[in-house]
C-alpha cells in the first residue's frame, strides 16, 4: 500500500466535547510514536490475570509481521498532533464441521491518557470496521474491555456459540476470559454456527511468553522515560513485591523495635495480600522510577482493619522510606481513585492510626473520618466526585448551576447572566474550543454535571465553580485535586495558580484542603474599581530543580 495520501484518504470526526479529530493511514515514521502511545494508553489497565504490561511490546513484534493489515492500521490527530492509533491482523476460527473460516482482529487499540473518553477510541473502531467492509472482510473477532465494546455494537462471541482454545488444554476457555470475548459481524450471518478461534497472529504470545526478550526491550524503550515517575497497573509480575511492600506499610511509633518480617504472615495481615487479584475489589497501582519501584497502593474487599461493608474496597498504600515527602504517595492514590471510579465504586476506606503521621496525608486528600476508636480512626473518601470532557447534553445542568447571582459575584470572567437556552451552545463551544481554555472538564458528582473546572494559557490558571446546592460537601477540593493530577500527569505544566477574591473564603477554604498554598495578596484594578484577590499556589515535586 502507498504511503502517499490524498486529501480524500483522511477522515474527520468529533469527539464527544466538539474537538474535531482526523483519521488517516498510519505511516512507517509514525510507528515511534504510536509505540510510546501504546505503552502510555495501557499504563492503568486493569483486568484479572494481567501478567505485565507488554501491549508497546506487541506493537514492535507487529512491525514487520505479515500478520498485519497495513491498509487497517489507523492514526487519529488533534491539531496534527497522533493522539491514537488501531492495528489489524489476520485471524480465524474453526467451524464445527472442520473448515476454517478467515476474520481479522484488531489489537491493541491505544488512546493517549489526556484524551481518552473523548470518542477518539470509538471513531477509530467504527471508521475502520467501516473500511474493513469495503474490503470484504466478514467478521472482527477481538479480546477487550467487556463493558466498552458492546456499545460499539460488539457482541459476546458466546452468543454466536464462538469459543476461545485453550492452549494448554485445547478445550474452550471459560471465566473473565469469555466475557472479554467479542464478534462483530461485517456480513450478516457469516458466524452462524459458531466455532473455535483457533488462528492469530503468532505475536501475540511471543508477546506474551517472551520473557528474556521482552525485558531487554522493556530496559532499552524505558530510556525514554528515564527520571520519570511512571503510574501503572499492579501486574502478576508485581505480586512478589507485595510481602516487602505490606511490611514497609506498618507503622511504627518512634523508639519502638521493628517486628520481625514474619508479622506479614499473620492472618490478620496476610490477607491484605494473600491471593491479590482473585477477587472483587482487588486492584492496584505501582510507582516506579528507572526500574526501581519506589511504591504500591492496592485495595481489597476484606475483613480488614478498615473494612465497613462488602462494597467498599479498603486501602492499602505503601512507600519506600527514602522516598516518603516527595509526593509519591499523593500521586499513587489518585491514579488508584481514578481507577476504582472507572470500576464504578462510590468510596473506599482505610485504618490509620491516630499517631500515624500519614493521618494528615489523608485528611489532606479528602477522606472524612467516620470511627474514631481508641487507637485508629476509620475513614472513607467519596469517590463520586468525577471530571469528565462536556457533552451537548450537559446544557440543562450547565444553565442551572451558572443561573445563580453567588456564582457570577464570585467570577473573574464575564459568563452571560441570565444564562438562556440560546445561549446553550455558544457557552458549550466557548468551554471546549476556546483558544485560552487549555484543558476544561465538567465536575460531576454521581454522574451529574454540576459544575466546571478549566486551566488557562499554558501556565495552569485555574477557573471554576459548582452549583450552589453542591457548595460545603467537599466536592470543589475535590475536583481541584483531580485537576491538579491531571495536569501534572499528563502535560507540561507543573505549576498551578489560582485567584478568589479574598471574601470568597469557600473557594480558599476548598484550595487550601486540596494543598494549594497561598502566595500573595494583589489590588487589582477593573472597571476604575479596586479588589482583593488572593493567589494560591500547587507545585509538582522537582518542578524548579
Known amino acids: 500500500m502507498s504511503n502517499v495520501e490524498s486529501k480524500k484518504s483522511r477522515k474527520s470526526y468529533n469527539y464527544e466535547n466538539n474537538l474535531d479529530i482526523a483519521i488517516r493511514c498510519r505511516r512507517p515514521r509514525d510507528f515511534t510514536t504510536v509505540q510510546k502511545i501504546t505503552y502510555e494508553a495501557f499504563l492503568t489497565l486493569n483486568y484479572p490475570g494481567r501478567r505485565r504490561m507488554d501491549e508497546h511490546y506487541l506493537v514492535r513484534l507487529l512491525r514487520n509481521s505479515d500478520s498485519v493489515i497495513p491498509e487497517l492500521c489507523f492514526v487519529a490527530e488533534y491539531k496534527r498532533e497522533i493522539v491514537g492509533h488501531i492495528l489489524y491482523t489476520k485471524s480465524g476460527f474453526r467451524r464445527p464441521d472442520g473448515s476454517e473460516a478467515d476474520t481479522v482482529t484488531f489489537g491493541p487499540l491505544a488512546v493517549l491518557p489526556r484524551h481518552q473518553r473523548r470518542g477518539v477510541g470509538a471513531a477509530l473502531v467504527r471508521h475502520s470496521l467501516e473500511k474493513a467492509r469495503e474490503m470484504g472482510y466478514k467478521a472482527v473477532l477481538i479480546t477487550g474491555v467487556p463493558d466498552y465494546y458492546p456499545k460499539l455494537g460488539f457482541r459476546r462471541a458466546s452468543e454466536y456459540s464462538l469459543f476461545l482454545e485453550d492452549n494448554n488444554t485445547g478445550l474452550h476457555a471459560v471465566g473473565p476470559t469469555m466475557d472479554a470475548f467479542m464478534a462483530y459481524e461485517l456480513e450478516p450471518g457469516y458466524l452462524s454456527g459458531g466455532g473455535v478461534f483457533n488462528h492469530w497472529a503468532p505475536e501475540f504470545d511471543k508477546a506474551e511468553n517472551e520473557d528474556k526478550k521482552f525485558n531487554y526491550f522493556h530496559w532499552q524503550f524505558m530510556a525514554a522515560y528515564s527520571g520519570s515517575l511512571i503510574l501503572r497497573s499492579l501486574c502478576d509480575a508485581d505480586k512478589a513485591m507485595m510481602e516487602d511492600f505490606l511490611y514497609n506499610a506498618l507503622f511504627l511509633p518512634p523508639g519502638a523495635a521493628p517486628p520481625p518480617h514474619e508479622v506479614v504472615f499473620e492472618p490478620d495481615l496476610h490477607i491484605y495480600i494473600k491471593d491479590f487479584g482473585s477477587q472483587k475489589g482487588d486492584h492496584g497501582i505501582v510507582a516506579e522510577k528507572n526500574h526501581e519501584v519506589l511504591g504500591m497502593a492496592w485495595t481489597r474487599i476484606i475483613p480488614g482493619y478498615g473494612h465497613i461493608d462488602d462494597e467498599t474496597p479498603e486501602l492499602a498504600i505503601s512507600v519506600l522510606p527514602e522516598y516518603r515527602g516527595q509526593g509519591v504517595g499523593e500521586r499513587l ?191 487589582p484594578v477593573r472597571n476604575k474599581k479596586s479588589y482583593n484577590v488572593t493567589v494560591y499556589t500547587s507545585v509538582e515535586e522537582g518542578y524548579f530543580s
Not at 471530571?387 to 445542568?397: G, I, M, N, S
Not at 499554558?458 to 471554576?464: D, I, V
Open 333 to 523: 492514590l489518585g491514579a488508584l481513585f481514578r481507577l476504582l471510579r472507572e470500576q464504578g465504586y462510590k468510596q473506599t476506606s482505610l485504618s490509620v492510626q491516630k499517631a500515624n503521621p500519614a493521618a494528615r496525608l489523608y485528611r489532606r486528600i479528602g477522606y472524612e473520618t467516620i470511627r474514631d476508636n481508641e487507637d485508629d480512626y476509620i475513614k472513607v473518601k467519596d469517590l463520586r466526585v468525577d471530571l469528565r470532557v462536556w457533552k451537548t447534553e450537559d446544557a440543562a445542568a450547565l444553565a442551572a448551576a451558572i443561573n445563580d447571582k453567588n456564582i457570577l459575584d464570585n467570577s473573574w470572567d464575564g459568563i452571560r447572566s441570565p444564562y438562556k437556552k440560546k445561549d446553550e451552545g455558544e457557552f458549550l463551544d466557548s468551554l471546549t474550543k476556546g483558544k485560552v481554555l487549555q484543558y476544561v472538564f465538567a465536575i460531576t458528582y454521581d454522574g451529574k454535571a454540576i459544575g466546571n473546572i478549566g486551566a488557562f494559557g499554558e501556565t495552569g490558571a485555574l477557573g471554576y465553580y459548582i452549583a450552589e446546592p453542591y457548595w460545603g460537601k467537599g466536592i470543589m477540593a475535590e475536583a481541584i485535586r483531580q485537576m491538579r493530577d491531571y495536569l501534572f500527569t499528563n502535560t507540561k505544566i507543573g505549576y498551578i495558580s489560582a485567584a478568589p477574591y479574598e471574601h470568597n473564603l469557600a473557594s480558599r477554604r476548598a484550595l487550601e484542603k486540596a494543598g494549594f498554598k497561598h502566595e500573595a495578596t494583589l489590588h
